[in-house]
């Protein structure tokens, strides 16, 4: 069976691996569409601490049901189209005895700390798939990271009162501002590319900031007469988007960061205590894989449009290498099987 391995930085390969083994409670899953993400660009240029080569990625996947083991119940079928939940949980550690299991302490997360599902089929354990016989293979593949984002507003305490900044309008980012619009709050969507902002937009967001053109600070003083926004949804992962949230929420407000920043961050803490601010790490998702399919078989946006473009599988260390040299380019890049 095909697989693609990350065996070194910017070193991709095609691979035989053995079929999977399917236990009693596991399903087979063909494999059709697997996404790419920010996590896995890192780890292409060798900038993710929690990866270590070589490792198959694919954590973002798609694909179709076609064995099934002897305990897997009835409700589930040969031939459902599912999306997967990439994570794992211990069940012992602090987070997981608090029931927040997405952030366990010794999470697994597929393509990162342990081997993923770019390859041909992949079993996996019947709790982890999520199937909808509405959605394309393509929409379910952007389940997840639209998750990560949806989750983030539950962090953030979202409500039809608040004004939400969204920074970043990638597919994790979109995922935070259509949450946020579903709730009710008036959306506020910064980035540096207009064609992405124009999505947001599509997407329901009330403002839009180029942060490339345009003073951030000054916008949203505009916007919030002078207050700031409620709640500051960081999906970008740079120290200026870091410090710059502190900078833009209003008194008492929540700060969420889903970025990652990969250099250190050094800020004036004088506002954490003057504005009494909440600040909130969001890491993957909890059990929200249900609302995020009902959210999207609505169809009340076009999500396919956040698919920039799908390169076959057996390409996807040039897949890889485009997005390396032009980021800014893409907002999802899907490989198919």
């Avoid at 693609?4 to 053995?18: A, G, H, N, V, Y």
């Amino acid at each position: 069976m095909k697989a693609i391995s990350l065996t070194q930085p910017k070193q991709i390969e095609l691979i035989d691996i053995p079929e999977p083994k399917m236990g009693p409670e596991d399903v087979l899953v063909k494999v059709k569409y697997i996404g790419l993400c920010g996590t896995d660009l890192n780890s292409y240029r060798g900038k993710l601490a929690l990866i270590s080569y070589p490792r198959i990625p694919g954590h973002e996947v798609s694909g179709i049901i076609i064995d099934k083991g002897a305990n897997v119940p009835d409700s589930i079928q040969v031939g459902n189209q599912v999306m997967l939940s990439p994570y794992t949980a211990c069940g012992i550690c602090p987070s997981c005895r608090n029931g927040r299991f997405n952030c366990c302490q010794y999470n697994q997360t597929l393509g990162v700390q342990r081997d993923g599902a770019m390859s041909e089929q992949f079993a996996i354990s019947y709790t982890d798939v999520f199937s909808s016989p509405i959605l394309s293979l393509e929409e379910l593949a952007l389940v997840e990271p639209l998750s990560v984002g949806y989750h983030a507003t539950n962090r953030g305490r979202v409500s039809e009162i608040d004004t939400v900044l969204i920074m970043g309008c990638g597919t994790i980012g979109m995922g935070a501002l259509v949450a946020a619009v579903r709730k009710g709050a008036t959306v506020v969507a910064m980035d540096i590319d207009d064609s992405k902002l124009a999505t947001a937009q599509t997407f329901g967001a009330n403002h839009l900031i180029n942060s490339a053109k345009q003073d951030v600070k000054a916008e949203i003083d505009k916007i919030t007469q002078k207050e700031g926004v409620d709640v500051v949804i960081e999906a970008v992962g740079l120290p200026q988007t870091f410090t710059q949230a502190i900078e833009v929420v209003a008194y008492s407000g929540r700060v969420v960061y889903i970025g990652y920043a990969k250099d250190t961050v050094t800020y004036d803490t004088t506002d954490f205590v003057r504005k009494e601010l909440d600040i909130l790490g969001s890491r993957n998702a909890l059990r929200v894989f249900p609302a995020v399919i009902k959210m999207l078989e609505q169809k009340a946006f076009p999500f396919n449009q956040l698919i920039s473009e799908i390169y076959p599988f057996t390409e996807t260390a040039q897949a890889f290498s485009d997005w390396d040299h032009n980021p800014s380019a893409y907002t999802k890049i899907l490989t198919a099987t």
